[in-house]
């Protein structure tokens, strides 16, 4: 008979009447039986519906295992439990199974077994009486296992020892202790110690000599005062000291410029070694940082490697070996450089002047040097003796006391001299520009352009101590301050466009109006050549710096242009007015006295006139073709004005002076000559032109109007009084004879 794949037979013959029962395992659901006989058989089947074991859950005084899964019919499973949740005498052990809404209950069988222990359960002890067990187990020890822990005796403590079951036997090791008492250091034989004792867990600290240490091996012994008797005393010594590195370093350092050089010399090696290079406080970038080991050759450091932090510049050095000497060289600049790059080729090294020759390796079109956190940063920087011309850039000081020396002109490969002009500029806000230098070393002056909205102090360095000074316009001829030296000396005045010059006060200038001006010199005249002493920093090359022959000072100021020349020897309304009277009055007493007589005075017109007539004679034959002539002198004159050597104002001057001459050959080339038409355009050309060159000159005109009226008039007066004086002389009557020569005919 087979079920579900298995099969059960007899063996024999069965008697009519006689059983055989066989057991066979049924699969859960349906099953098919199949029989198969010798015979006639009759089959009789029976079994009991059962619902298979899942998840069986035992428990042990309160504490359970599981099994997850299901047990088919004869299948075991084994669980574990805890020894902890067998107690000593009685345990309870259950079995559950889940719960079957819709068949028979699950059935399973439980067997257990326990191992009997001899030991003791869950032993403890308290060393320090505080209830609280410094050394406990929670399970049951059995013989020959233990449970230990690190205690902190003290004399005189009680033990309280505590557990289920069997009583534990409790061991310590205590090693007897005494007290450390005036533990002494010795470092190759010298010694450095505490008096007195240490208690348990104190510590000291000990400061020794580094002049006991040596090269090599140092010999570092600890010894205490131990009694004579009892345990000795103990003492945990944690030593150390350092290797030092010794150092050198060397500065050279310059206006512009700082280069220190570092030495290292390494007791031990090191990774990732930094050094730090100490820098001026003015330095305001870094060049360059070189790199040398052991002596060999300089090599350059990245620039990712280095940084400067305020005064300190740290490079990293990487790796280095024990013993090994590490140069670092380090140079930092004081001038930021704008749009630009530049060699020094010669720094200045003194501190009484700045006097720095730079080549320009780059140059864009805001080239300049930002000079404020130089030694000179407060004095008016300029460019000098330049390879491009003699345009020398233009310095703006700001409020916050910024100063940029713009060159605009500066060119790939050109050189330059830095100087300074001993003149401080100080705007309270905003900023000042100065373009140009005036007058000399010993009375400063400056051309400055701005918006006129902020004071500005100017301040002479070099003025000398007890003498009055005054802030002379030499643009408005006006004084702007005054005051009194005590080196240096500070005026004020704002940042309009104007000339201002720092002169001694000798009592002449005036401070309401234009006039005579101060009789101070503004002009020197000669070149810096650099011959003369100077006092005071940063003074530059001396000498006499100003405007006479060759220009406004070494910025060709605008101040000692032409114009101002011709002014200052102009003289004034009253000057002209009393010269006038003068010739007059010498004229009068000449006659009365008859050393003026009209014989004389015949013999000197006669003479004058003859004078006169000659040169006339001489210029006429020498331009006996003016047309020609005329032409040539405007082409000259034409080639002159575009070659560029001519400054602006003399240019100006020439061509407003060319327009006379070239309508006189126009109008003559065309028979169209007038003389009235010729001198008026003359004059009207000679207006105009001296209101663009000298805007002040018909405000000085109208200010001095009534002198001038004085004076026309009493010349009037006096051509009047000689006219009169003629027709005096003049007799009524004039009898002429005329003889006429004879030939010998009549």
Not at 54 to 80: C, F, K, M, Q, Y
């Amino acid at each position: 008979m087979t079920v579900g794949g298995t099969t059960v037979s007899h063996s024999g013959v069965l008697a009519d009447g006689e059983t055989v029962t066989e057991p066979i395992s049924l699969a859960t659901g349906s099953n098919t039986l199949d029989v198969s006989t010798g015979g006639e058989v009759a089959v009789e089947a029976s079994w009991t519906e059962v619902t298979e074991s899942r998840d069986p859950v035992v428990g042990l005084n309160g504490e359970t295992v599981s099994h997850s899964g299901t047990l088919a019919e004869g299948e075991t499973a084994s669980l574990t439990l805890p020894k902890s949740a067998v107690t000593t005498g009685s345990n309870t052990v259950s079995l559950s199974l889940p719960g079957v809404s819709d068949g028979p209950r699950m059935r399973a069988d439980l067997s257990y077994s326990f191992e009997e222990l001899d030991g003791t359960l869950a032993p403890e002890v308290d060393t320090d009486g505080d209830g609280t067990p410094e050394v406990s187990s929670g399970e049951v020890l059995s013989n020959g296992e233990t449970a230990s822990d690190t205690i902190q005796p003290e004399v005189g403590d009680t033990w309280t020892v505590s557990a289920s079951g069997n009583a534990p036997t409790v061991s310590a090791d205590i090693t007897e202790r005494t007290q450390t008492r005036s533990p002494t250091i010795e470092i190759n034989g010298e010694k450095v110690g505490l008096d007195g004792t240490l208690a348990d867990g104190e510590t000291a600290t000990l400061d020794a000599s580094a002049s006991w240490l040596q090269s090599g091996t140092n010999h570092v012994t600890v010894s205490t005062n131990s009694p004579a008797s009892g345990p000795a005393s103990l003492v945990t010594l944690d030593y150390s000291h350092g290797a030092e590195t010794a150092t050198e370093a060397t500065v050279e350092e310059t206006t512009w410029s700082q280069t220190t050089t570092v030495a290292n010399t390494w007791a031990s090696a090191r990774s990732n070694a930094s050094v730090t290079v100490p820098m001026n406080d003015r330095v305001v970038d870094v060049r360059s940082v070189e790199v040398r080991r052991n002596g060999t050759t300089w090599d350059p450091l990245a620039a990712d490697r280095y940084e400067l932090n305020g005064t300190d510049l740290t490079a990293e050095l990487g790796d280095v070996t024990e013993g090994s000497m590490v140069e670092v060289r380090a140079t930092g600049s004081k001038v930021r450089v704008r749009d630009g790059l530049i060699t020094v080729l010669e720094p200045t090294t003194s501190s009484d002047r700045l006097d720095t020759r730079v080549r320009i390796d780059d140059a864009g079109p805001n080239f300049g040097l930002s000079v404020d956190e130089t030694v000179f940063s407060d004095r008016v920087h300029y460019a000098d003796n330049s390879t491009w011309g003699p345009q020398t850039g233009a310095t703006t000081i700001t409020a916050q006391g910024d100063q940029t020396l713009a060159i605009p002109n500066a060119t790939v490969g050109a050189q330059t001299t830095v100087r300074t002009w001993p003149v401080e500029v100080a705007p309270v806000t905003g900023q000042a520009t100065v373009t140009d230098l005036a007058g000399d070393r010993s009375e400063p002056g400056i051309t400055v352009r701005g918006d006129g909205n902020s004071d500005v102090d100017y301040t002479f360095p070099n003025a000398a101590d007890g003498k009055p000074y005054i802030l002379w316009s030499q643009t408005n001829e006006i004084v702007r301050d005054e005051g009194l030296a005590s080196s240096p000396i500070t005026l004020t005045d704002d940042n309009s466009d104007e000339t201002l010059v720092f002169l001694v006060d000798d009592g002449s200038a005036s401070s309401s109006g234009p006039g005579d001006g101060p009789t101070g010199s503004v002009g020197g005249g000669g070149v810096d050549d650099g011959s003369a002493s100077s006092s005071g920093p940063g003074d530059g090359p001396t000498g006499s710096v100003g405007g006479g022959g060759a220009g406004g000072g070494p910025m060709a100021g605008a101040g000692g242009g032409v114009l101002a020349q011709l002014q200052s020897i102009a003289p004034s309304g009253e000057t002209l007015l009393l010269g006038v009277t003068l010739l007059g009055g010498l004229f009068v007493v000449g006659r009365r006295t008859g050393v003026i007589t009209d014989e004389r005075q015949s013999a000197a017109t006669s003479a004058a006139g003859s004078a006169a007539s000659t040169v006339g004679g001489l210029v006429e034959r020498a331009i006996a073709n003016e047309i020609v002539f005329g032409v040539l002198l405007l082409a000259g004159g034409g080639w002159l004005l575009a070659s560029g050597v001519l400054p602006e104002q003399t240019t100006l001057i020439v061509s407003l002076a060319a327009v006379p001459v070239a309508m006189f050959l126009v109008l003559q080339q065309f028979d169209r000559f007038d003389f009235r038409i010729w001198a008026g355009s003359t004059a009207l050309v000679g207006v105009l032109g001296l209101q663009v060159l000298a805007p002040e000159l018909f405000e000085t005109i109208a200010e001095e109007a009534g002198v001038i009226i004085v004076a026309g008039g009493l010349l009037l007066a006096w051509r009047a009084v000689s006219a009169w004086r003629a027709e005096a002389n003049t007799p009524d009557e004039v009898n002429r004879i005329e003889i006429s020569g004879d030939d010998g005919e009549n």
